[in-house]
């Protein structure tokens, strides 16, 4: 294999994500290509480094890019995945560290392990979710 470029991922307002202990940076984890579209998924497991100074608080995130490296959107988490500075929650190093790859809709609804699944033009259920604003 042969690296021929490289693309910057941008945060949700089109900077590029800073470096620690910026409170927006990203850890981030696992990326993937959707066939489909071919833009980027990936994963950041976000921080919770209570004793770091100062203090961090990143919450995790899986969001999607175009091929260039710009925000398209976030996936919504329920508040269980929200990093809080309590004993509550997720920890640092310890949320998403990975994403699998992509499947189309058939293969999470119907479709068995060893079933050969149709393809849809349905997108799949993690892109049906509402976008972050």
């Known amino acids: 294999m042969t690296i021929t470029s490289t693309v910057t991922l941008k945060q949700p307002g089109g900077l590029v994500y800073p ?3 910026d409170p927006a940076v990203a850890d981030p984890e696992s990326v993937r290509i959707n066939p489909l579209s071919g833009n980027y998924v990936w994963v950041s497991e976000g921080d919770r480094a209570l004793t770091a100074v100062p203090p961090r608080i ?3 995130f899986i969001r999607e890019v175009s091929p260039d490296g710009s925000h398209l959107r976030s996936i919504l988490w329920p508040s269980a995945f929200k990093m809080s500075t309590e004993n509550k929650g997720p920890r640092g190093n310890a949320v ?5 790859r992509f499947l189309p809709t058939a293969a999470s ?3 068995s392990p060893r079933a050969r699944c149709k393809r849809t033009a349905r997108p ?3 892109m049906l979710a509402r976008p972050r604003a």
């Not at 998403?96 to 699998?100: D, I, K, P, T």
């Open 19 to 21: 470096k620690v202990p």
């Open 58 to 60: 990143i919450d995790p």
């Open 96 to 100: 998403f560290r990975g994403a699998s």
């Open 109 to 111: 609804s119907r479709c």
């Open 124 to 126: 799949p259920p993690w």
